[in-house]
């Protein structure tokens, strides 16, 4: 990962819809990576460009992650196989839901201090 995290810590979610996030008292448009590493921008509209180099960041914090929470967009799709296997190769868990339903599950296993991350697509409204 090249660029600067927007928050250097990893945050809870306060708000989404409106294609973006807000987290830490400030807001973010576009699809987000929350990593043990910071708050990222995360280059992914829909489930589609979701591959190998888009979850990069991810493979490269593996070891502190223990489960991985994919915020697929409105609605639930599947998860190609190859991508869950790699990260299981990883020893990472990944649940793939909604968005709305990732960040609700993101901000418990946070607040609990468990080793989680969020790969979320923006949506536009939230449910």
Known sequence: MTEAPHYPQQ????FYGNSGFRFAGMSHRGSLLCL?????AWDVANIGDITMESLAP???????IDVLLIGLGPDIAAFPSE???????????VEAV???SAI???NVLLAEERAVAAALI???KAR
Do not use: Q, S
């Not at 945050?11 to 306060?14: H, L, R």
């Open 11 to 14: 945050a809870g979610i306060d």
């Open 36 to 40: 043990p590493t910071g708050m990222y």
């Open 58 to 64: 991810v493979f490269a914090a593996a070891d502190d």
């Open 83 to 93: 991508l869950r296997d790699a990260l299981r190769e990883k020893r990472i868990i």
């Open 98 to 100: 909604n968005t709305g």
């Open 104 to 106: 609700r599950t993101y």
């Open 122 to 124: 923006a949506v536009e």
